[in-house]
């Protein structure tokens, strides 16, 4: 018998099905990203603004109706951005500030997580219970008793009062202890029978296998600190302790009116980089975001 009498017949109706499913699939796809490439437009369109309008004169920001490209570009803005504000010494704060609670999020909660994840102590369900508790929280309820707490302490009008606060936070241990707790026991397990201690089994197995998770707290932590506006506007007592969104929005204030061009251009000068960022770490974040809580 021949070996292509063996081989199954196609169904009648087969190829008209699988053309259909072809011409479906082809036709298909601009009517599912014809609304993601509206979706995405209206997202990025605020931003395109505030690009446009920092290299417009001010008499263009305010024109009704809104000219959307710069009738006569100019860089004046930013020309006077730089020369009204301390620019150095605040972008310097805001890097120190950014970068130290960072840190200290990416230490303190990646311990906690762990310690969460995979360790067995009295109390752990009642801990995790109340990490979460906080995390419902609004900010601005914390707020005050926070200022209150700062303040008795003495460290108002300090870096380390715009630091100390924010080092730890209870999303961030959420984020480490679930991905932590997808991570095989048997590794800690055969860590301990060489004779590994916690903080060597944290440092040496934890960490590494982390990354995708620390880089997406990272991101999201240094975003969160670097826009931080409220706080450090009340607890910073002088100009030399002003972070870059506190300076900006006191320079672009007048006397009468507000001044947009040199807001929107410290807009675009504040986003560059938290921009640059992002794109060094997106794909670990993107990692992060896609594995957290899986087993």
Known sequence: MSTLSTLPT??????????????????????????????????IAPFLWM?????????????????????????????????????TSMFANSVIVALAVTAGNLIFCSMLGYALAKLEFRGQRAVFLLVMGT??????????????????????????????????????????????????????DAARVDGCGELAIFAKIILPLTKPALATLGIITFLGSWNNFLWPLVV??????????????????????TRFGILLAGAVVVLLPVMIVFLLFQRQFVAGIATTGLK
């Open 135 to 188: 995390l419902m929280i609004p900010g601005l309820v914390t707020f005050v008793p926070l200022y209150v707490l700062v303040s008795n302490m003495q460290l108002t009008g300090s870096m380390l009062g715009l630091i100390l606060p924010f080092l730890a936070g209870p999303f961030g241990v959420f984020l480490m202890r679930q991905f932590i707790s997808t991570l095989p026991d048997e590794l800690i």
């Open 51 to 87: 690009l446009s309008g920092s290299f417009k004169p001010e008499a263009d920001i305010r024109k009704v109706p809104p000219v959307l490209l710069p009738t006569a570009p100019t860089t004046a803005n930013y020309g006077e951005l730089f020369s009204t504000l301390d620019f």
């Open 10 to 43: 196609a169904q009648p109706g087969t190829d008209r099905i699988l053309r259909r499913r072809r011409i479906r699939q082809t036709w298909g796809q601009p009517w599912l990203y014809l609304p993601l490439a509206g979706a995405l437009l209206l997202m």
């Open 236 to 257: 910073a007592q002088n100009e030399s302790q002003y972070t870059l969104p506190v300076g900006l929005a006191l320079a672009s204030s007048g006397q009468s009116f």
